[in-house]
């Protein structure tokens, strides 16, 4: 991991937990915030993670709050993949 991943992961944490959610919420919320993204498939190694994935789930994101995650990514220099764009070959480190 770099340190700008760290940085990354730091910044998008502090935004949920402001939130009152985890960053794998946010992560699952994000996606699902895009009409691009047709589905996440989430694993679960019990239970309590399976509740916490649908938990994301729920979470709808205002187009505010896309909006500030992405600053966040931008911020810090990441690349999103455009997951429908099959000619798309980079994946995001």
Known sequence: MT???WERIGKLE???RIRGHG????????LLSHSWMCT??????????????L???EWKLTTEQVAEVEQI???IGF???TLCDPTSRSVPM
């Open 3 to 5: 340190d700008a991943n």
């Open 14 to 16: 502090a935004f949920a």
């Open 23 to 30: 960053v794998g919420k946010l992560a699952i919320a994000w």
């Open 40 to 53: 996440v498939i989430a694993g679960a190694t019990g239970p309590e993670q399976l509740d916490q994935n």
């Open 55 to 57: 938990a994301g789930a």
């Open 73 to 75: 990514e931008v911020l």
């Open 79 to 81: 690349h999103r993949l």
